[in-house]
């Protein structure tokens, strides 16, 4: 079953795996969006230094803060790396954005006490906050 995605917009601090640097990739258009709602926004990927002037983290170990919510626009083999990173970290919910998704990862984290919604796009669910 899905997380609650209200108790989800209600967290203060997201990362974003998978940011981009591409306008017309849903990496950037979720990271800036989520920065225009109002939330504090960390950028995860290892081949990018920075967007939207904002310095870019190689991994969520590297983050100044573990984050209240990760929203994930990977392939999904690497969403079930990240998954096992939340897991390690202790971050508690994961928004897997479409195309994001795997089977695995959805259980691996329910399994292991994260939150996680799928079949949902944070793109849709934030629009009302900007």
């Not at 899905?2 to 997201?14: G, I, K, T, Y």
């Not at 306008?23 to 081949?47: D, F, T």
Request: glycine share 8%.
């Amino acid at each position: 079953m899905a997380a609650d995605m209200q108790e989800f917009l209600e967290q203060e601090s997201w990362a974003v795996v998978g940011v981009s640097a591409d306008p017309s990739k849903y990496g950037n258009k979720v990271y800036i969006q989520l920065k225009k709602a109002g939330y504090n926004v960390y950028g995860v990927n290892p081949n990018l230094d920075s967007v939207d002037g904002d310095k870019i983290y190689p991994d969520l170990g590297a983050l100044p803060i573990v984050p209240d919510a990760v929203s994930l626009v990977v392939p999904p083999k690497v969403t079930e790396q990240v998954v096992n990173k939340c897991i390690e970290l202790g971050i508690k919910r994961v928004w897997m954005q479409p195309g994001s998704e795997s089977e695995a990862a959805i259980r691996n984290g329910e399994e292991h006490g994260i939150d996680v919604v799928y079949n949902q796009c944070v793109l849709i669910q934030t629009r009302d906050k900007i």
